[in-house]
């Protein structure tokens, strides 16, 4: 018996995060985009991992981050690496 395995998206996001508190709330935000997935909040390597599928897109799940960003006073960006 063949499986196959739908290959989704994944963006990483380098995010300035302190405690649970924030991780959750980045958490919450994605959870809330049509299209995630996924979602790992790493505190320790400062990085959200997002799987995600339409009509979810980077470019939107970074604006909402940087906006939760603003108002938390941390930074967001779209990671490198």
């Not at 018996?1 to 739908?6: A, D, E, P, V």
């Not at 809330?32 to 790493?42: P, R, T, Y």
């Not at 320790?44 to 599928?53: L, P, R």
């Amino acid at each position: 018996k063949k499986i196959n395995y739908i290959i989704m998206p994944e963006v990483v996001f380098d995010v300035q995060m302190v405690c649970g508190g924030c991780s959750g709330a980045c958490e919450r935000i994605l959870k809330k985009i049509d299209g995630v997935q996924a979602i790992d909040a790493n505190l320790e390597s400062q990085k959200v991992t997002v799987n995600y599928d339409a009509p979810a897109t980077p470019e939107l799940m970074l604006e909402k981050l940087q906006v939760w960003g603003k108002n938390a006073n941390k930074t967001v960006a779209l990671s490198s690496s």
